[in-house]
Every structure is written in structure tokens, then in C-alpha cells.
């Protein structure tokens, strides 16, 4: 009786236990559910993937391998005895590489209504280390004018093909520029004792005040006041999920496509992470006399360099160079060498599309904010001054008319 009684006790505290880490799974799951619809959704969405994880035995997730991908590793001795190293290349992979059928979300499809912001304030000191990096030695890169590019391809640059006018140009209609941000809630380092801050991540943010979206802000308003038609999308494509935010922001970039055919140009607006070797953050400035100490910034170019289709990725790279050499001569310090890699960022959508790093996550959401300017001011200039030889063309050849 009393060996029945303990056996009794103890099924009733495993059933305890089940009890309590079922709960707590699903307050974990159903996190940041404003409402019962889509707490319900949540667990709709995360249930089948925990089943399955219990039937491959890896019910304790310890890395963001995919149950496939779980499957597949365990029939080989091999990749299971190095799962570390295959989760971390997965999810190196997964962040650069977008695929073309990963998760979807509902894009937006109508251009934002900027509300205009005051020019950018001067930037208090938020404490953090500053530094310019400017390259000196030409070893290793690609040296186009005052273009420095780094490439991590197997594709060789010729400099007589780069410094060639690029294909995309300006046409008729509006929008003619769409700015997005695949890492939108990529954030900057404000001063300290800044106040209403919600972290979501290191060095991440829902906060527009604070994320890239904020610089794109500023970017819409200098290209708008050149008279270059803009649609902003402030969709925070890497929230709440990182993992797929490039398949997230493709389909947008389609629908927008499809909808605005006058779209040429696609800037893809992100922050960069720079550490030294001990782990600490420090930002990357420009010193420019009479402006102010914006965030240095750098163009990340893509390629066909990891097998997937990309066909006119030298037109892209063509016009970094061309937009590049022109910041250069204006502000020598602005920009940081070109990336060019074999990754493709959803650069093939267009031949107008570009990548930008606007500072580090250590520089100040104000230093940031210049450097959006000033690059707005200049990329506006280069497409416009490509428009002026057609329009010269024009004018000319109505003046032939009418004289014959």
C-alpha cells in the first residue's frame, strides 16, 4: 500500500512538472500577444514545429536549426557531432542569403505620408569611442578614382567597366526611389541618460526615434526637396523575427514593383556593428568642416556569388561606384570602402539598387541622421545630373525642328 501511495505521489509530481513547463511554454510563445486572437495564432503557428521537435527528440531547441534541418544532420554521425558549428553557419546563412519561398508578411503598398522633421540637431557625445577609417593602402582592393572596393567574390572587377555610366536612371511617374529597411529595428546609441527607450534585442529597437528607420526618414525629406518622388517603407521587416526578414522584405519589394513600375532605385537602409577585439562598441565618424561629425557609412553590394540568380549585379555595383566617387570629392571621409559579396541582398530586383551601412550601432541616432542627409543630398545630385544630357538632347533637338 504505502509503495502504491509513492507511486501515486510521484506521478502526480511529474504531472505537476508537465503542468507547470506546458505553462510556461505557452506564456513564452504567446509573449507580446496584444490580444486572444493572436495568442491563439501564436500558439497555432508554434505547436506543430514543438511536436515535431518532440518526435526528433530535440525538444529543448539549443540552436535555430529547423526540424528539417534536425532530421537531416542526425542521419550523419559526422554533422551531429558538429552541430555547433553547422547551427552557426546556418545562421550566418540565413541572415545573408535570402531564399525565395521563405516566411511572407502582408507588405505595405501605399507610399508613407512623410511628416516633416526639422534638420538634424548636433549630436551630444554619447560617450562611446570614435574612430574614421579611411583605407591608405591599396593592397587588396579594387581601386576605381577614389573608390576603394574590397571584393570577397571570385569574380574580377575591371576598372574601365566600373567607372561606365550605369543603367538605371530616373523616369517618368511617381514614386521614383524606394527606401526600405530590412533590419529596420537596427538602432543607435543615444547619449546616456536618455529616457523611453525599449530595447528589443542588442542594440535593437521598435523605436523609430532611435532605429534606421529614422535616417530613411531623412533621406525621403532631402530627396523629396530635390524634387525626386520617394515612398518610404517604415515596416520593421526583423521584428519580431530576424531570421527571414530578406524572403519578408522581397515580397514587398515585388508588390511594389508591380504596383509603382515608375520605381527605379532601391535603397536598403541598414547600421553597421563595429567591436574591437574586446568585445566593446565604438562609432565611425567623418569630421566635415562647417557641417558637423556625421557617421561614416559604407555600400554592401551583391553578387551571384552564392549560386543564386543575379545576372546585373555589375549595373548595381556601377552605380555605388558612380554615387561613391561623387560623396568622395564633396566629403573625403564620408564613406568607408564598397562590399562587394556574394550574397545579393535582394539587389536583383532592380539595377538601381544599393545597400547602405549608415554608421555603427555605437554612433548617436543624430550622427546618423547627417550622414542620411548628406548621402540624399549627393545620390540626388548623381541621378539628376544622369537626366541633364537627355534633357540637353531634347532641348537641342527641338531647336533643329523648328529651324528646318
Same mark, same amino acid.
Given at each position: 500500500?504505502?509503495?502504491?501511495?509513492?507511486?501515486?505521489?510521484?506521478?502526480?509530481?511529474?504531472?505537476?512538472?508537465?503542468?507547470?513547463?506546458?505553462?510556461?511554454?505557452?506564456?513564452?510563445?504567446?509573449?507580446?500577444?496584444?490580444?486572444?486572437?493572436?495568442?491563439?495564432?501564436?500558439?497555432?503557428?508554434?505547436?506543430?514545429?514543438?511536436?515535431?521537435?518532440?518526435?526528433?527528440?530535440?525538444?529543448?531547441?539549443?540552436?535555430?536549426?529547423?526540424?528539417?534541418?534536425?532530421?537531416?544532420?542526425?542521419?550523419?554521425?559526422?554533422?551531429?557531432?558538429?552541430?555547433?558549428?553547422?547551427?552557426?553557419?546556418?545562421?550566418?546563412?540565413?541572415?545573408?542569403?535570402?531564399?525565395?519561398?521563405?516566411?511572407?508578411?502582408?507588405?505595405?503598398?501605399?507610399?508613407?505620408?512623410?511628416?516633416?522633421?526639422?534638420?538634424?540637431?548636433?549630436?551630444?557625445?554619447?560617450?562611446?569611442?570614435?574612430?574614421?577609417?579611411?583605407?591608405?593602402?591599396?593592397?587588396?582592393?579594387?581601386?576605381?578614382?577614389?573608390?576603394?572596393?574590397?571584393?570577397?567574390?571570385?569574380?574580377?572587377?575591371?576598372?574601365?567597366?566600373?567607372?561606365?555610366?550605369?543603367?538605371?536612371?530616373?523616369?517618368?511617374?511617381?514614386?521614383?526611389?524606394?527606401?526600405?529597411?530590412?533590419?529596420?529595428?537596427?538602432?543607435?546609441?543615444?547619449?546616456?541618460?536618455?529616457?523611453?527607450?525599449?530595447?528589443?534585442?542588442?542594440?535593437?529597437?521598435? !523605436?523609430?526615434?532611435? /532605429?534606421?528607420? &529614422? @535616417?530613411?526618414? %531623412?533621406?525621403?525629406? *532631402?530627396?523629396?526637396? $530635390?524634387?525626386? #518622388?520617394?515612398?518610404?517603407?517604415?515596416?520593421?521587416?526583423?521584428?519580431?523575427?530576424?531570421?527571414?526578414?530578406?524572403?519578408?522584405?522581397?515580397?514587398?519589394?515585388?508588390?511594389?514593383?508591380?504596383?509603382?513600375?515608375?520605381?527605379?532605385?532601391?535603397?536598403?537602409?541598414?547600421?553597421?556593428?563595429?567591436? !574591437?577585439?574586446?568585445? /566593446?562598441?565604438? &562609432? @565611425?565618424?567623418? %569630421?566635415?568642416?562647417? *557641417?558637423?561629425?556625421? $557617421?561614416?557609412? #559604407?555600400?554592401?553590394?551583391?553578387?551571384?556569388?552564392?549560386?543564386?540568380?543575379?545576372?546585373?549585379?555589375?549595373?548595381?555595383?556601377?552605380?555605388?561606384?558612380?554615387?561613391?566617387?561623387?560623396?568622395?570629392?564633396?566629403?573625403?571621409?564620408?564613406?568607408?570602402?564598397?562590399?562587394?559579396?556574394?550574397?545579393?541582398?535582394?539587389?536583383?530586383?532592380?539595377?538601381?539598387?544599393?545597400?547602405?551601412?549608415?554608421?555603427?550601432?555605437?554612433?548617436?541616432?543624430?550622427?546618423?541622421?547627417?550622414?542620411?542627409?548628406?548621402?540624399?543630398?549627393?545620390?540626388?545630385?548623381?541621378?539628376?545630373?544622369?537626366?541633364?544630357?537627355?534633357?540637353?538632347?531634347?532641348?537641342?533637338?527641338?531647336?533643329?525642328?523648328?529651324?528646318?
Amino acid at each position: 500500500m504505502k509503495q502504491k501511495r509513492s507511486s501515486a505521489g510521484f506521478l502526480r509530481r511529474v504531472e505537476a512538472g508537465l503542468l507547470a513547463a506546458g505553462t510556461l511554454w505557452v506564456a513564452a510563445v504567446t509573449a507580446g500577444s496584444d490580444t486572444a486572437a493572436a495568442a491563439a495564432a501564436a500558439l497555432a503557428s508554434a505547436l506543430p514545429e514543438r511536436m515535431l521537435r518532440w518526435e526528433l527528440g530535440d525538444l529543448w531547441t539549443r540552436d535555430s536549426l529547423s526540424p528539417a534541418a534536425v532530421l537531416a544532420i542526425g542521419e550523419s554521425p559526422l554533422l551531429s557531432a558538429a552541430r555547433d558549428d553547422v547551427a552557426a553557419l546556418w545562421s550566418l546563412e540565413r541572415q545573408e542569403s535570402p531564399e525565395e519561398d521563405g516566411e511572407t508578411r502582408a507588405p505595405v503598398t501605399v507610399p508613407v505620408e512623410e511628416t516633416p522633421v526639422e534638420p538634424a540637431a548636433p549630436a551630444e557625445d554619447n560617450g562611446v569611442p570614435a574612430k574614421t577609417l579611411i583605407p591608405t593602402d591599396p593592397s587588396g582592393y579594387t581601386v576605381c578614382g577614389r573608390v576603394y572596393i574590397s571584393n570577397s567574390t571570385g569574380h574580377e572587377l575591371s576598372v574601365p567597366e566600373l567607372q561606365k555610366p550605369f543603367a538605371a536612371a530616373l523616369g517618368e511617374g511617381e514614386p521614383q526611389i524606394l527606401i526600405l529597411h530590412t533590419h529596420g529595428s537596427e538602432a543607435y546609441t543615444p547619449a546616456p541618460g536618455t529616457e523611453g527607450i525599449v530595447w528589443s534585442g542588442n542594440c535593437r529597437t521598435t !523605436d523609430y526615434r532611435y /532605429n534606421v528607420v &529614422k @535616417v530613411g526618414d %531623412e533621406m525621403a525629406e *532631402v530627396l523629396g526637396a $530635390a524634387g525626386v #518622388s520617394v515612398l518610404h517603407d517604415r515596416t520593421l521587416y526583423d521584428y519580431p523575427n530576424y531570421t527571414g526578414a530578406y524572403d519578408r522584405a522581397l515580397v514587398s519589394i515585388r508588390k511594389y514593383l508591380e504596383q509603382y513600375p515608375s520605381i527605379r532605385f532601391i535603397l536598403d537602409v541598414h547600421r553597421d556593428a563595429i567591436e !574591437d577585439g574586446q568585445g /566593446n562598441q565604438y &562609432k @565611425v565618424v567623418s %569630421e566635415i568642416g562647417g *557641417v558637423g561629425v556625421p $557617421a561614416q557609412m #559604407s555600400l554592401v553590394m551583391g553578387s551571384d556569388g552564392s549560386g543564386l540568380e543575379h545576372p546585373d549585379w555589375l549595373e548595381n555595383l556601377k552605380l555605388a561606384a558612380a554615387v561613391q566617387q561623387d560623396i568622395l570629392e564633396r566629403y573625403p571621409t564620408l564613406m568607408r570602402p564598397v562590399l562587394l559579396r556574394n550574397s545579393r541582398y535582394n539587389q536583383h530586383a532592380t539595377t538601381g539598387s544599393l545597400l547602405l551601412e549608415v554608421g555603427a550601432a555605437g554612433n548617436s541616432p543624430e550622427e546618423a541622421a547627417l550622414a542620411g542627409r548628406l548621402f540624399a543630398e549627393r545620390f540626388a545630385a548623381v541621378l539628376l545630373a544622369k537626366e541633364e544630357p537627355a534633357a540637353d538632347a531634347e532641348h537641342d533637338a527641338g531647336h533643329v525642328e523648328a529651324a528646318s
